[in-house]
């Protein structure tokens, strides 16, 4: 297997732009998550889901913040509209079990 | 609030020695517990998980957990430079959810 996939690596975008990250999970794990790293807060959970269905959303800061995941393979993280606070890696994760494996990451930088 | 705490360091150590990297944490209903290591620029990745109370060796690593004291240590034997980097605690509390330490940053000193 590949891993998890994310897409882009690298996104960097003006203030007020909105932003769509992608995530393709491990084949067969039935767990989901987005995280978000900065230096200060360090790894924060935003949202994780299960079987495709959300399951707890209350790390995600504000209303600009939304997520999908359509099917067991796709999920999106949007920010709309993006502000410059927002800059930070963000990674999706995936487990079968409780072991959770990270995908490579993506860079936004919100200038 | 569940929390999981961990000296940011960095933690310093000579090529060869044992690197000792602790995390504690506050929710006694916690029951799975993970080290994960993140180089510089990339993603966490895990090394073990650890579900008993006691130790778990898997080749230079051991991890040993106390849940009567709420704490977690991994220790690396045999410390190599390849070593050095941020190794993070994650506890795992509810469902499939983990709760991730600060980081502790090791550097391994030829």
């Known amino acids: 297997d590949a891993g998890v996939i994310q897409s882009p690596r690298h996104e960097v975008t003006e203030m007020g732009q909105e932003v769509t990250l992608r995530c393709k999970p491990i084949s067969g794990h039935d767990y989901l998550f987005w995280y978000r790293q900065t230096m200060m807060r360090g790894l924060e959970l935003l949202i994780y889901?299960?079987?495709?269905?959300?399951?707890?959303d209350s790390g995600m800061p504000e209303d600009r913040f939304s997520a999908k995941m359509p099917n067991a393979s796709f999920s999106t993280l949007k920010i709309q509209p993006s502000e410059p606070r927002d800059s930070a890696v963000y990674f999706c994760a995936s487990s079968y079990r409780l072991e959770a494996f990270f995908g490579q990451g993506t860079r936004l930088t919100v200038v | 609030q569940k929390e999981v705490e961990q000296n940011s360091g960095p933690l310093s150590v000579p090529e060869g020695a044992i690197a000792s990297l602790n995390c504690t944490y506050s929710d006694r209903g916690s029951q799975s517990f993970f080290w994960y290591r993140q180089y510089s620029g990339k993603s966490p990745e895990l090394i073990m998980f650890?579900?008993?109370?006691g130790d778990k060796e898997d080749g230079r690593f051991t991890a040993q957990l106390n849940k009567a004291s709420q704490y977690v240590s991994l220790l690396i034997r045999d410390s190599q430079p390849s070593d050095s980097a941020t190794y993070l605690c994650a506890v795992n509390n509810a469902g499939n959810m983990l709760t991730f330490g600060g980081g502790t940053r090791l550097m391994v000193k030829p």
């Open positions: 889901f299960n079987n495709n269905v959300p399951i707890d």
């Open positions: 650890i579900y008993s109370n």
